[in-house]
Nanobody, 121 residues
Framework: QVQLAESGGGLVQAGGSLRLSCAASGSIFSINRMGWYRQAPGKQRESVAVFTSGGETNYADSVKGRFTISRDNAKNTVYLQMNSLKPEDTAVYYC???????????????WGQGTQVTVSS
C-alpha cells in the first residue's frame, strides 16, 4: 500500500510564510509526477505547483513568485514553500502523486489527506 503524509499547514497572518511537506511511503518503484493542489470552500480543486514527469515545475499563475516547490527524491518527499501569503490562499492543500509500483508496471494516482492553510487578513 502507498500513503502520502502531509504536514505543515496552519494559521498565519497575511504576508507570512508556511512550508508544507508531503512524504510518500510504501510500495513505490518510481514517482512519475508529484505536486500540490488546493481546494477552497465552494470552489473546485486546482493545481498549485507540480513536478512533471520530465522534472519541470508548473505553477498556478496566482502563486508564481510567491510559492516554490522542491523535492528530495531519496525521501520521496515534496515541499511547498509559501511566502507572502494572502487570504485568498486559504484552502485545504492536497498532495498528489502518480507512481508505479514495479518496473514497467501501471501508473497509480494517490492523494494525501489534505492539510488546512488559513491566512488571516
Amino acid at each position: 500500500q502507498v500513503q502520502l503524509a502531509e504536514s505543515g499547514g496552519g494559521l498565519v497572518q497575511a504576508g507570512g510564510s508556511l512550508r508544507l511537506s508531503c512524504a510518500a511511503s510504501g510500495s513505490i518503484f518510481s514517482i512519475n509526477r508529484m505536486g500540490w493542489y488546493r481546494q477552497a470552500p465552494g470552489k473546485q480543486r486546482e493545481s498549485v505547483a507540480v513536478f512533471t514527469s520530465g522534472g519541470e515545475t508548473n505553477y498556478a499563475d496566482s502563486v508564481k513568485g510567491r510559492f516554490t516547490i522542491s523535492r528530495d527524491n531519496a525521501k520521496n518527499t515534496v515541499y511547498l514553500q509559501m511566502n507572502s501569503l494572502k487570504p485568498e490562499d486559504t484552502a485545504v492543500y492536497y498532495c498528489k502523486a502518480l507512481l508505479s509500483k514495479r518496473d514497467g508496471g501501471p501508473t497509480y494516482q494517490y492523494w494525501g489527506q489534505g492539510t488546512q492553510v488559513t491566512v488571516s487578513s
